[in-house]
């Protein structure tokens, strides 16, 4: 699989599909592993250069208290913004991304490859950093359930490991951990009535050492103690079943460190 690399501005775009079993529990595809289990091509752009950021005003509410620097403030008021235009066509979905109306709209169709029992996943890089405080509103617009988006973060460089807190189209949400190829549920999928159907949805994320809070709108929803990863990558992720149809559009992205 090629894993196709672009730089803009702030961040990195990085593409690469992963897939789910029937009970949900996400599988990937190795960077050297195609679905069959054939020898994949090598990586394009694999190495990620090293970002340097400068703290910034900004006007947007603040996930954390005023004394976090804030590293990435993003209204999506221009087209350069931290997730560039980007359009993919390939055996498991068609999707385009770009900044449109003050927001970043990312429309997305999973195809069918294996029988409509998997899962593809993209993910956008957002910022690096261990310990920070991130918020982003984002909107699903699709009649399909086993739709999500979420935060992931403590991201190795090759993606083998990160955290992913994310949010469902059928008003539930999960924290997981992806480690040693597979997929482990540190807070089982379950509800939450914060989540407002139909409508945007802020999440945050705050990370500070081994301790994880997570909230929905401003409310808090769950908490997790003991996380021992020790990546820097930050990543937006989104997740659709296969033949399934969505509109993402995503606002007011702030992280402070």
Request: a negative charge.
């Amino acid at each position: 699989m090629i894993m196709k690399t672009r730089i803009r501005l702030l961040s990195l775009l990085f593409t690469v599909l992963f897939f789910s079993a029937c009970n949900g529990a996400m599988q990937p595809i190795s960077p050297t592993e195609t679905p069959g289990g054939d020898e994949a091509a090598d990586n394009v752009g694999a190495t990620t250069p090293q970002l340097t950021f400068a703290p910034q005003p900004c006007d947007l509410a603040l996930p954390e208290a005023e004394d976090w620097l804030a590293l990435v403030c993003e209204t999506f008021a221009s087209e350069e913004s931290v997730f560039p235009a980007e359009s993919q066509d390939n055996e498991y979905a068609n999707y385009s991304g770009a900044v449109m109306d003050g927001e970043y709209r990312l429309d997305y169709t999973a195809k069918n490859f294996a029988g409509f029992q998997r899962t593809a996943l993209t993910w956008f890089d957002i910022a690096t950093a261990q310990d920070f405080a991130l918020s982003v509103t984002g909107l699903m617009t699709t009649d399909f359930r086993e739709i999500s988006w979420g935060i992931a973060f403590r991201g190795s460089p090759e993606k083998d490991n990160f955290f992913l807190f994310s949010v469902y189209n059928d008003g539930t949400y999960a924290f997981e951990i992806f480690e040693n190829g597979g997929w482990i549920p540190l807070i089982s999928r379950r509800p939450f009535s914060g989540i407002l159907p139909d409508q945007p949805n802020t999440l945050t994320v705050i990370a500070e050492g081994q301790n994880f809070r997570f909230l929905v709108n401003g409310e808090a929803v769950n908490f997790f103690n003991g996380g021992l990863l020790e990546g820097m990558d930050i990543m937006l992720m989104v997740s659709v079943k296969e033949g399934a149809s969505v509109v993402y559009t995503f606002d007011d992205l702030v992280v402070q460190i």
